[in-house]
């Protein structure tokens, strides 16, 4: 029973995967603001890069 209860204790004291973890919920918050950013202003991106595209098609060429 000590074993088994040292061993617990042992497994419950290693962090060799609590770092992995954390990295992939710091990745997962980055993926969601980067979509909530993009649904939230999506259209008025789109309006401005359309915007942009027609001024550089109308200028004029040398």
């Not at 992939?24 to 909530?36: E, F, K, N, P």
């Not at 401005?48 to 027609?54: E, I, K, R, V």
Request: aromatic share 8%; net charge negative.
């Amino acid at each position: 029973m000590l074993k088994l209860t040292s061993k617990l204790q042992a497994f419950l004291a290693d962090q060799k995967g609590a770092t992995a973890i954390e990295y992939g919920l710091i990745a997962a918050g980055i993926a969601v603001a980067i979509s909530v950013v993009v649904f939230t202003f999506g259209d008025d991106l789109e309006n401005l890069f359309a915007g942009l595209s027609t001024v550089l098609n109308d200028a004029p060429t040398s």
